[in-house]
Structure formats: structure tokens, C-alpha cells
Nanobody, 125 residues
Framework: QVQLVESGGGLVQAGGSLRLSCAAS????????MGWFRQASGKEREFVAA????????YHADSVKGRFTISRDNAKNTVYLQMNSLKPEDTAVYYC??????????????????WGQGTQVTVSS
């Protein structure tokens, strides 16, 4: 069974930064693409960023491009989301998820099979 545990969320003022971490259990973490999604209150869950199994390819949603950066450390079984220049509209619960083995990053939630419990990010104006 794969477990994904997010951390690093919190309350920050607009313009500030946070770094989210997602620690994964299991020996095969490095074989899988990983993604970050978010869900604001009353809205559907949406894609934020994804990274290939090797870390060589990344994909960011237009709404966060230039502000957020996804990365991974396969030696630590961890994927990160560095969030800079945060805006109130970034307020949401952020989830990490595991994609397909040896796959390119993907924005489609159907390509992900395991999900973390989420971490709240609140950006005040």
C-alpha cells in the first residue's frame, strides 16, 4: 500500500512563499510520475503541477506558471511544490498524487491512483 503524506501548508500573506512536501512510502517512488492538485472551497479539484518519474520533465498549470515549481528528490522519496508570489486565489487544500510508472507528467486526475490527505494553504490579502 502506498501512503502519501503532505506537509508545509499554513497561513501566509499575499506575496509570500511556502514550500509543500509530499513524503511517499514504498521502494518504487522513483519509478512514478507525481502531481500536485488543489481544491478551493466550493470548487472542483484542479491540476497544479506534475513531474515525470525521472524529474526531467515538469508541467505547470497556466495559473501558477512562473510562481510555483515542482521538484522531486528520489533519494528521499519526496516531491516538493515551491510556491512563491502567493495570491489569495491560491487558497485551497493541496493534494499530492502518484501517477503512472515511467510516465511523463500529466494534468488529468484519472492518471493518478494514490492521493494524500491534503494540506491547507491560506493566503490572506
Amino acid at each position: 500500500q502506498v501512503q502519501l503524506v503532505e506537509s508545509g501548508g499554513g497561513l501566509v500573506q499575499a506575496g509570500g512563499s511556502l514550500r509543500l512536501s509530499c513524503a511517499a512510502s514504498g521502494r518504487t517512488f522513483s519509478s512514478y510520475a507525481m502531481g500536485w492538485f488543489r481544491q478551493a472551497s466550493g470548487k472542483e479539484r484542479e491540476f497544479v503541477a506534475a513531474i515525470s518519474w525521472s524529474g526531467g520533465t515538469t508541467y505547470h498549470a497556466d495559473s501558477v506558471k512562473g510562481r510555483f515549481t515542482i521538484s522531486r528528490d528520489n533519494a528521499k522519496n519526496t516531491v516538493y511544490l515551491q510556491m512563491n508570489s502567493l495570491k489569495p486565489e491560491d487558497t485551497a487544500v493541496y493534494y499530492c498524487a502518484r501517477g503512472r510508472a515511467y510516465s511523463s507528467p500529466h494534468y488529468n486526475q484519472n492518471e493518478y491512483d494514490y492521493w494524500g490527505q491534503g494540506t491547507q494553504v491560506t493566503v490572506s490579502s
